[in-house]
């Protein structure tokens, strides 16, 4: 009777009717203190599979606007990768207009560009305050490097651009800066 009950309560929403029926089974099926009539009730009640309805192939609109969206995400990126870069390029240089909060971010950078790690705390390895100052370890990262965000807006371009899967794109080898490398020229290039 309570079996009934609780497929009944989901008659509405087949989807999630067969799902939950589903999910109840696979509890109880091994439970030793529920009585066997109540058990083969559970596995003798049939719902029926909701249908899978497989997504198709985005509209022209759709398509474009996932690509405005995707342009709009790499110029970002560049402009703040950019950005982040001349301002390391300044410290280094030793630029006397940095304003103490530029200088102080600029040393992080350096450091991150060097070591790929940030000053943190000798005894529990937190960040130090100059780092959350400067926005935190994430923010700071962001000023030199691709965000996840960053590459799947790439990927997305990139598939389009080459018609190769997402997986292909991904695994493709990728060609990065150096900082032991030479200084005069501190592009980024995909391979």
Not at 30 to 54: G, M
Not at 172 to 182: D, N, T, V
Request: charged share 30%.
């Amino acid at each position: 009777m309570h079996i009934r009950a609780f497929v009944q309560y989901y008659d509405d929403r087949p989807t999630r009717q067969y799902s939950a029926l589903k999910r109840l089974r696979a509890a109880l099926r091994d439970d030793p203190e529920l009585p066997e009539e109540a058990l083969q009730a559970l596995f003798d009640i049939r719902v029926k599979k909701p249908e899978e309805v497989s997504p198709g192939a985005y509209e022209d609109e759709d398509w474009q606007a996932i690509m405005t969206a995707a342009r709009r995400d790499v110029r970002l990126a560049r402009e703040r990768i950019g950005s982040g870069r001349r301002l390391l390029a300044r410290w280094r240089g030793g630029d006397p207009s940095l304003s103490r909060d530029e200088a102080e971010e600029g040393a992080l950078l350096d450091l991150f560009d060097r070591t790929a790690d940030l000053p943190r705390m000798p005894r529990s390895g937190d960040y130090t305050a100059a780092v959350l100052r400067g926005g935190g370890s994430r923010r700071l990262a962001a000023s030199l490097c691709l965000t996840r965000s960053d590459a799947t807006a790439f990927c997305l371009l990139l598939t389009a651009l080459t018609q190769e899967n997402f997986g292909t794109v991904a695994n493709w080898p990728a060609a990065h800066f150096h900082p032991e490398g030479a200084r005069d020229d501190e592009r980024v290039v995909l391979v």
